[in-house]
């Protein structure tokens, strides 16, 4: 057998987006069999994109979907470019292989913001090759045909041929080394409320979570967890549990101990009964006031500068005008609707593995270290997840699972229980943050700053990186702080470290949702201090015909803010710049018997082009509602070294009678597309307490927003 590819077989690489991101395309269109030569049935003219003769074309998603919508939106990019008709189009979660399809982080909104220009060109591409195989095939120019619907169309003699009966034929042309793109009045797929892929299947139960993974000899376990962070496992009892029928293993692994029984809800049941001594360490003592009062020795120190202007020592001296604040977030916990969980299957020769994963690159490299095999060797299948928030960033879960099924050499399927999930987080950092602003005598914000006090997470104590930047500044930290849209003649932003024994890790929109917390409360301050509405106030600090403007102008508009009197509720503003997208809001409150109620969010978008108007507007509406279970209800708290709250009935979210009228408004746009998955949190917190406010008189410097407060 001679399985040697000719040039026209596979390309490796054909282009470069300006981003620096590599788009493989390969031709594996012939076998070769015996020196004779087998035509292809399948045109697979790039790692995205398989047409099959009967016309059907599968889009090949390199992303993971945790309800943000890539499924349908990625492979919309591609069947605009290539003008697919979109009933024909299947799409298929691809399987960790960073190789093929580069990285396949799903995180900080960049899914459709790094993607696009690369799946534009390489469905482009495959529409030129399209057009190339048909005009040869009618012997007329190739710039005289054009597509549609699947379809190469030559209008002159009134022809057509379906992409499916192209297969062969396409995949012995030439690929295009420059290939035209769209103007976006061009659009035809692109701007559409096109139905969701995944919706379907998750209607059916077709839809595989990793949950819902059954292999034959699997076996199932769970991990408990020392409950004082930096604990270590000193003993356990086994004879504990040995009148639970079922319970196959108990052993120690690096993050814990895991419990192998014949179900899941027996090793859950020997997890809670199993007698456990563990060596609690220096952090039992450690408790939420000693992390807060840390906080606040920090801020009393100069911190490492993030953005200077001006001269603010000068400008604040010289006002008699000046107003001081101090604004505090809380840790926050993910809280998934589907607990940490996976399924692997550990085999002398390879690996596989079923994960939720934000990170499957990653999962799949830290798998290989565990069993030793070469990466190519670990095949990691990515479910849907069940909610992902940046928690399945981090892939301790799927370590569990390897090396439990290592050691017990068959298939395991790997959950934690609700308790463990919430006890054992990767949480959004607790913050300080420390504000003075100056108004001068004809009431112009003169003067501004921020010290932001928090722990790092990309420098913080567990993940024990160097750390390369001068005065110890994480900019990540900072961001929406460091990087304000409002034009102020003097500002000073600088970061304070202050880590804890506490693991952090990224949380749906991160640090913006705390800067802007910080920054838009104080500005309403400043507003009141100017003696100006708060929008006028913030509208004479943005540029004219900027974008900032346009978010903000229309939410006004839209929400009819300075007609607005409606007897018991009150209106807040906000606006937020995060991800490369645009944000404002106002907020509808009323506060009766110190409860208050959320009516209506009225919230203004761009994010450039659109991909699909409904998606977006649902992924702004959910993290809007994330973000006021925050600013409402939920906190993390530490007594003893350990987490206090342990599920859904102390760490409380916004349930659906709780959840305002949400009206969302996007900005027509061409610029290139931008993230809308985080976005649309930053906002939601400062816009209500704003309110709360306008109602109250009493200024919200701290969340959740409780009734102590008012």
Request: glycine fraction near 6%; proline fraction near 5%; aromatic fraction near 8%.
């Amino acid at each position: 057998m001679n399985n040697i590819m000719d040039r026209r077989d596979f390309i490796r690489v054909v282009s470069t987006t300006g981003s620096g991101l590599v788009l493989g395309l390969y031709l594996p269109f012939t076998n070769k069999l015996n020196g004779k030569t087998k035509a292809a049935t399948i045109f697979e003219p790039n790692v995205w994109i398989k047409v099959h003769p009967d016309n059907s074309v599968l889009i090949m998603v390199g992303k993971s979907e945790m309800g943000q919508g890539v499924l349908t939106s990625l492979p919309m990019i591609i069947a605009e470019e290539m003008d697919l008709d979109w009933s024909t189009v299947k799409v298929q979660q691809a399987p960790a292989d960073k190789d093929k399809y580069g990285s396949q982080m799903t995180g900080g909104s960049r899914s459709i913001a790094s993607s696009w220009e690369k799946l534009r060109k390489a469905g482009a591409t495959a529409r030129g090759m399209m057009i190339s195989a048909a005009a040869k095939e009618w012997g007329v120019p190739a710039s005289d045909c054009m597509t549609k619907a699947s379809h190469v169309i030559h209008n002159m003699s009134n022809r057509k041929m379906s992409y499916g009966s192209l297969t062969e034929k396409a995949s012995q042309v030439p690929i295009p080394r420059k290939v035209s793109l769209k103007n976006p009045n061009q659009f035809s797929i692109i701007g559409k409320n096109i139905k969701r892929k995944d919706t379907q299947p998750k209607l059916n139960g077709k839809a595989q979570f990793s949950m819902d993974v059954q292999l034959e000899g699997m076996v199932y376990a769970t991990v408990v967890r020392s409950p004082v962070f930096g604990g270590k496992l000193k003993r356990f009892d086994e004879t504990s549990v040995s009148d639970i029928q079922g319970v196959i293993k108990i052993f120690e692994i690096e993050n814990g101990l895991a419990i192998v029984a014949r179900s899941i809800w027996v090793a859950i049941k020997a997890g809670k009964k199993l007698k456990i001594t563990w060596d609690k360490g220096e952090n039992d003592a450690l408790d939420s006031n000693k992390i807060k009062k840390l906080l606040v020795e920090k801020s009393k120190k100069q911190g490492a500068i993030a953005h200077k202007k001006g001269n603010v020592k000068k400008a604040i001296k010289s006002s008699d005008n000046q107003v001081e604040a101090v604004y505090e977030s809380p840790f926050q916990a993910h809280a998934t609707m589907e607990p940490m969980n996976c399924t692997a299957d550990v085999q002398k020769n390879k690996c596989r593995i079923w994960a939720a994963t934000q990170a499957p690159n990653r999962a799949q490299k830290k798998a290989a270290k565990i069993t030793g095999l070469p990466v190519e060797k670990v095949e990691l299948n990515v479910t849907y997840l069940g909610g992902g928030f940046g928690r399945r960033s981090m892939n301790d879960f799927v370590d569990d699972a390897v090396e439990i099924s290592k050691v017990m050499k068959k298939p395991v399927k790997m959950v934690w229980t609700r308790e463990e999930d919430m006890q054992h987080d990767y949480y959004r950092p607790t913050s300080l943050h420390v504000m003075k602003g100056a108004i001068d005598n004809k009431n112009h914000l003169t003067a501004w700053t921020h010290r932001v006090v928090a722990p790092s997470i990309l420098f913080s104590q567990l993940v024990k990186m160097p750390f390369p930047f001068k005065e110890k500044l994480d900019i990540v930290s900072v961001e929406g702080a460091k990087n304000i849209r409002y034009d102020i003649p003097n500002i000073l932003v600088d970061y304070k470290m202050a880590n804890t024994p506490v693991p952090v890790g990224w949380w749906r929109s991160v640090y913006d949702s705390q800067n802007a917390f910080a920054n838009e409360c104080f500005m309403d301050e400043l507003a009141e201090a100017a003696g100006k509405d708060p929008v006028e106030f913030r509208l004479e600090l943005l540029p004219k015909s900027s974008r900032e403007r346009n978010v903000l102008n229309l939410v006004a508009k839209k929400a009819n803010w300075k007609a607005f009197n409606s007897g018991s509720y009150y209106q807040g503003v906000s606006f937020h710049k995060s991800f490369g997208t645009y944000v404002a809001q106002v907020a509808r409150v009323s506060v009766k018997d110190n409860i208050i109620k959320v009516s209506e969010i009225h919230c203004a978008v761009d994010c450039g082009i659109v991909i699909n108007p409904s998606i977006v507007e649902a992924q702004i509406s959910g993290a809007i509602i994330y973000g006021l279970s925050a600013a409402l209800k939920s906190k993390i708290t530490l007594s003893n070294g350990r987490i206090d709250q342990s599920n859904f009935d102390d760490f409380d979210v916004l349930r659906m009678d709780e959840t305002p009228k949400i009206h969302v408004y996007l900005i027509e746009s061409d610029a290139a597309p931008t993230g809308v998955g985080e976005p649309g949190l930053p906002p939601a917190a400062p816009a209500v307490a704003n309110a709360v406010y306008a109602a109250t008189g009493k200024r919200i410097r701290s969340l959740p927003i409780k009734s102590k407060d008012l």
